[in-house]
């Protein structure tokens, strides 16, 4: 979740604020009476790259201190699957959710994670499970969540 943000973020602030920031020098060089614009362009083109590479740390480490702040995040968990439901369990939470409760599933290096919101997922340690265990939970979810993002409409978009 957090490596696409921050290739979103890199994408589309700092390749363009490289290409504006040149483009600044090149102005200033092939125009140096009116440096004015030239120099508009080069703080453009800062501010992007800023947003790109900058904000992405920022972001990473705004994430990393709310999971350290988030206290059913810091003790042991156990996970119950079954064939309707999936359960959650900790010392501080109990909580049992229907398969048709998750939005999507995605399994990075590592980790099942189980979408119940766009940006708030169960993550699931596979190092915990067996070869074989690890196998029949992939299809079992591959069966009962879908793998893509369900398509709907923005609550912006329909001015909620």
């Known amino acids: 979740m957090y490596g696409e943000a921050s290739a979103r973020w890199r994408r589309r ?4 604020g490289v290409i504006v920031t040149l483009t600044g020098f090149a102005a200033l060089f092939l125009e140096p009476d009116w440096p004015g614009p030239a120099f508009a362009a ?15 740390g ?3 480490r705004a994430s990393i201190r709310r999971l350290r702040l988030n206290p059913i995040a ?3 968990t156990r996970y119950e699957v079954f064939d309707d ?20 599933a995605r399994e990075t290096t590592g980790y099942l994670c189980l979408f119940s919101e ?7 340690p596979l190092a915990y499970l067996s070869p074989s265990q690890a196998l029949q939970l992939r299809e079992l979810v591959r069966g009962r969540v879908p793998s893509e993002p369900t398509k709907g409409h923005s609550l912006y978009s329909i001015g909620v």
């Not at 602030?13 to 363009?16: A, F, T």
């Not at 083109?45 to 900058?54: D, P, R």
């Open 85 to 104: 439901r999936l359960t959650v369990e900790s010392e501080l939470a109990r909580c049992e959710i229907r398969w048709q409760g998750f939005l999507k």
């Open 74 to 76: 810091l003790v042991k």
């Open 42 to 56: 080069m703080t453009i083109g800062a501010l992007l790259i800023y947003c790109g590479t900058l904000m992405v």
């Open 13 to 16: 602030c700092l390749l363009p």
């Open 58 to 60: 920022a972001f990473r």
């Open 118 to 124: 766009p940006m708030s997922a169960l993550i699931i």
